[in-house]
DNA sequence: TCGTATTGCTTGAAGTATCAAGTTCCCTGT
DNA sequence: ACAGGGAACTTGATACTTCAAGCAATACGA
């Protein structure tokens, strides 16, 4: 059976390969499943790797901390919480909760949208403002050894085109339930 | 201030190149930091999408899945807990928790190792087994329309060795409290 | 054969994520 | 002016992850 990142082991098609009929499911080939795992080994420790940087040095995920990064380039420090959600890539679920614990920590403060009663903003602190302040060289440090110290010009450049054209293809557009923009 | 994902704003250096002194940090420049945000989103939105998709076929996240290919490739469909971890990249005691999980599903049974017994084998039952089967090939057909479907060969081939490098560069060596391989 | 360190795995608590409602407010058409 | 639908955000329950201990068994040196 392959199983997007699993090698032929009980399927009698031998492992790569397109499967026998018309319909069958194309299987990932061997070079493609090599390039799959390394995709997901690579992704899952780096993001353990950065969460726990994050967690040691700032107190928090490195999630939360992208939601500072966001605030602290908008305009005045605030930000609309849909929009946030969506340069985030995150929930609107998610984000109430999140900023909700970044409130808690003073990071972070709500205010109410003059203009749309419904609305609010997520407003950067000065204390956040700190922390970002404080926190940010040992994370940049971090992902430049992590990543680009480790990489020709060359693959930094490939490496870029190819993720802007996968996250292309997850992004927007129609609508749906809570999420419209991961449709 | 440059922040890892976060372009120029509040620095008085200008967002790019490097700073001043000889031990400041070593920001991203612009294009470094297109990349790494074409990096984030792109896992970040790649990972969700994933999990929905696996949550909604087959009642499990991606990672539980992974567990579950892991287990079919090995060998008698067992494998110890801690390179079940391993293998997998994650804590022995998130795996403890997810085999708990699984085993209530009636996918993965527990089997104490004969020769030390403190080991404990995740066996692939018939049922995790049926779910596999039943459940892989939406899950490639998710992969491939996702990545495969919208990168050249040469893209593909570039993304899998930019992958195995930052791979590698975050993976064993050293000792260490629960994740002496991620160290 | 003890004693101690180490290994293999589990547990419980606290933090975070997800999903399905729920509330309030805005907008459109009538 | 108001009904209906949608948008913006929150909430609570449940699931999952993490962290720090904890227990039992093995390995090893004295």
Not at 26 to 53: G, K, N, P, V
Not at 120 to 125: G, I, R
Request: net charge neutral; with cysteine.
């Amino acid at each position: 059976m392959n199983t997007a990142s699993a090698s032929a082991s009980t399927d009698g098609s031998g492992g790569s390969g397109s499967s026998g009929g018309s319909g069958g499911p194309r299987w990932l080939s061997d070079e493609e499943q090599r390039t799959w795992r390394a995709f997901m080994h690579a992704t899952t420790l780096l993001e353990d790797h950065l969460d726990r940087q994050l967690q040691r040095d700032a107190g928090m995920p490195h999630i939360y901390y992208g939601l500072l990064v966001q605030l602290v380039e908008a305009p005045r420090r605030r930000l609309r919480m849909t929009e946030l959600a969506m340069r985030a890539k995150i929930t609107r679920s998610r984000l109430s909760h999140a900023v909700a614990r970044l409130e808690k920590n003073g990071w972070v403060r709500r205010e109410d949208c003059p203009s749309d009663k419904r609305g609010q903003f997520a407003v950067l602190t000065d204390e956040g403002y700190g922390v970002l302040e404080r926190v940010a060289p040992g994370h940049v440090a971090a992902v430049r050894q992590a990543l680009f110290d480790r990489l020709t010009p060359e693959q930094q450049k490939a490496l870029g085109e190819a993720m802007l054209v996968i996250a292309e293809g997850l992004q927007p557009e129609g609508a749906g339930a809570d999420l419209p923009w991961l449709r």
